[in-house]
């Protein structure tokens, strides 16, 4: 009986909490154009798509593979004016690139896999190689015969030597760790193996790793969307009364229901879930923690929560928003309805200027001005997403750091790269004593030569809980 007791009262605590009222400074509002209206035309689909069994699968990966090592990477290549790129790793420590190489059947590389791809010039193609005990693969044929050269580093400089390109790549960066794959040691065996003129040929592979790793394929482009679309759906029904009871649910219940859910579909989450809630009486740098699991949900939070799945080897990345209607409300205050349409606008200003060719910090420098123009107080961190859900890329600011970031962030954007659109808005809620919210949003997108569309579209409105 004592445990109902405590936890009733620990209720009635954070019920009334729900009517204090905190003296603010009432802020100016955001002065973004009055007939302002987040794009429609793309709408967030929430049905939710198929999910395809694991061998049907491994076919798609494997054919997409297929097409990305046919065509990506000798554009790739004479981009970045390489003829030999030589990717290696042992087994359980895989560098990032070549882990997306594997055939879908290998969760890991055998032994020691080193991978080479010798571009002989548009006529001839790029020649794909193994020095490995096995083919990888329908992908890559060994070049290997151990009984021959029992000394694999040997047989590597061998087909060097013979193939005598002028630049060899490694993935070797100080900037982006996604393309820093190659360790030490087979950095210091491979070199030793190597005659000395061939060590003066030995380049960084950075922007070559990178651009294989941000770039998507056209048949990845076509199901993307139904990736972000599944993501979507996921995370709607978890918004919903079915899962959450306020009074009971916490945001800890919240975030285990959306790990289980993703792994009954067979999927998994390249993060734990978080699930937060801002509440009037409590400042927007003060919401509970997603690792509160006394965050009891109740009637008047603002719900937010950020969740990420990987199918078919790519990720999503989302945060969206629910509001918890109180006894009588039948939609949420006007202020927070508004406050999402300044966060949508802080979208379309930094969708503005993303453009082929610019930089992550030139990007966010000129999204910062426009939005400071229309009295926006905005936070910017966009990424790359693709293989991995921090991906290779430009960054386009960090939380923590709105002057830009040195390095990542003076790459340029290419086209055919996803991004996650992510952000946020600090907005005075006037039915909250003018207290501050951040509407933090993020969305999946592509950009292209041109422009930047939503996978499958973006929050421009409330879940509310429980929906009418």
């Known amino acids: 009986m004592s445990r109902f007791l405590v936890a009733g009262t620990r209720l009635l605590v954070l019920l009334l909490g729900l009517f204090v009222i905190v003296p603010q400074l009432h802020a100016q509002p955001a002065s973004i154009p009055a007939d302002y209206a987040p794009e429609a035309s793309a709408p ?21 593979l297929e097409t990305r090592l046919d065509e990506l990477v000798p554009m790739l290549m004479r981009r970045e004016g390489i003829d030999m790129w030589v990717v290696s790793a042992r087994e359980y420590n895989e560098d990032p690139v070549i882990r997306s190489m594997l055939p879908a059947t290998w969760q890991a590389a055998r032994r020691r896999t080193i991978l080479v791809f010798h571009d002989r010039g548009p006529e001839k193609g790029v020649d794909r190689l193994a020095i490995a005990r096995y083919d990888v693969g329908r992908f890559f044929e060994t070049a290997w015969d151990k009984s021959q050269q029992p000394d694999q580093w040997a047989r590597l400089a061998a087909l060097i030597e013979n193939r005598s390109p002028e630049r060899i790549a490694v993935n070797r960066s100080e900037t982006f760790a996604l393309a820093d794959g190659m360790t030490d040691t087979e950095f ?4 030793e193996a190597l005659s000395p003129e061939l060590r003066q040929r030995i380049v960084s592979g950075e922007k070559l790793a990178v651009g294989w790793l941000e770039t998507r394929s056209e048949e990845e482009l076509q199901v ?26 916490t945001t800890e219940d919240v975030q285990w229901w959306y790990r289980d859910r993703i792994r009954a579909l067979g999927l998994t989450t390249w993060f734990h879930p978080s ?12 919401d509970f923690s997603s690792d509160d699991a006394a965050a009891t949900i109740l009637p008047g939070d603002l719900i937010h929560i950020d969740v990420g799945i990987n199918y078919l080897r790519l990720n999503t990345d989302t945060q969206q928003h629910a509001y918890v209607l109180r006894p009588g409300e039948s939609a949420p205050p006007e202020g927070l309805n508004e406050a999402l349409r300044v966060g949508n606008r802080l979208q379309d200003l930094l969708t503005d200027e993303m453009q082929v060719g610019r930089t992550g910090n030139e990007v966010l420098e000129a999204t910062l001005e426009a939005a400071d123009a229309e009295g926006i107080d905005a936070t910017v961190y966009t990424h790359p997403i693709g293989f991995h859900g921090h991906g290779a890329g430009p960054l386009i600011g ?3 750091q709105q002057g830009g970031v040195p390095g990542r962030g003076d790459h340029p954007l290419y086209a055919n790269t996803a991004y996650s659109i992510e952000l946020n808005a600090r907005v005075a809620i006037p039915e909250w004593d003018g207290q501050k919210i951040r509407i933090m949003l993020e969305e999946d997108a592509i950009l292209d030569e041109s422009s930047v569309r939503y996978l499958n579209g973006r929050q421009t409105q409330l879940y509310v809980i429980p929906r009418n």
Do not use: F
Not at 231 to 237: E, N, S, T, V, Y
């Open 224 to 249: 993307y969307p139904q990736i972000v679309r599944l993501a979507h759906a996921i995370i709607a029904d978890g918004l919903s009364g079915q899962v959450i009871q306020p009074g009971v649910t």
């Open 275 to 286: 699930v937060s809630i801002q509440r009037r009486g409590m400042g927007a740098d003060n």
């Open 188 to 191: 210091d065996q491979m070199r």
């Open 44 to 64: 967030m689909d929430p049905t939710e798509p198929i999910v395809l069994p694991m061998r049907e699968r491994a076919e798609v990966v494997d054919r997409w």
């Open 398 to 400: 960090l939380w923590d």
